[in-house]
């Protein structure tokens, strides 16, 4: 006879014979995430190996004269499931010797605007347009960040957030494939391949322009209203 799937029987059978094969190979214990697929459409496990294993595709990209002059790939990081994602434009100094994004005077702000909005850093995901240091610090040209976009949309793709918030002009630009200003573009809603995104200034801007600071807060309160609008 067929299995019919509506049977709910049947279904806490298969659950009770696969915990007895657990336990028959010696696990005793429930992992505290029992995950199922989810919006990300594979189980956590897996899901976090296809990132890593991006990482380590990118740790050894020569796909632009940036690896020529860099420490170390600075690859995105932070909860591979964010439902926020941050977007900067490249690594500096700081970054570049640690092989970690926004760790210098900018990231140390970002850090604290992401707490100031009551998240952790460690709970959202933040990653660059371009995984390389520029050399002092320059604007990525256009074609490195066409070798590089990739990574990124790859990196947005898996985690999979609900909003994505870009700093400055060439995360904003680069995502939403225009030239407009970052005046024009902050403080509104854009649709990115169905994930909200929202533009605001970069922290380095910030450090220098101090009234930017309030339009920026606005933002980031926008962002965390977009989020809480999908845990209702
Ligand atoms: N909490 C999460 O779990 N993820 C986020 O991105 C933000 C808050
Ligand atoms: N500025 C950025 O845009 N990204 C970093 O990772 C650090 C500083």
């Not at 496990?45 to 004269?65: H, M, P, V």
């Not at 850090?111 to 371009?130: C, F, H, L, P, S």
């Amino acid at each position: 006879m067929a299995e019919d799937p509506m049977n709910r029987n049947s279904a806490l059978d298969l659950a009770l014979e696969f915990l007895k094969q657990q336990n028959e190979l010696g696990v005793d214990t429930l992992p505290i995430h029992f995950a199922g697929p989810d919006r990300h459409g594979s189980p956590e496990g897996e899901f976090d190996d296809d990132l890593e294993s991006l990482r380590a595709k990118a740790i050894n990209c020569q796909a632009c004269s940036l690896c020529e002059g860099r420490s170390s790939v600075v690859f995105g990081e932070g909860n591979p499931r964010a439902d926020i994602m941050f977007v900067g434009e490249a690594p500096g100094a700081e970054e570049d010797r640690q092989g970690v994004p926004f760790v210098g005077a900018s990231g140390q702000l970002l850090t604290r605007m992401v707490e100031a909005m009551g998240v952790a850093r460690e709970d959202v995901y933040i990653a660059n347009v371009v995984n390389c240091r520029p050399p002092n610090n320059r604007d990525p040209l256009p074609e490195e960040i066409e070798k590089c976009e990739p990574y990124l949309i790859r990196q947005i793709e898996m985690v999979a957030p609900v909003v994505i918030c870009t700093l400055g002009r060439f995360a904003a630009q680069t995502l939403l494939k225009t030239t407009d200003s970052m005046g024009r573009l902050r403080g509104k809603i854009f649709d990115y391949h169905g994930v909200k995104l929202v533009p605001t200034y970069h922290p380095a801007a910030l450090l220098r322009n101090a009234q930017w600071k309030r339009p920026t807060w606005e933002d980031l309160k926008l962002v965390r209203t977009l989020y809480d609008g999908t845990k209702l």
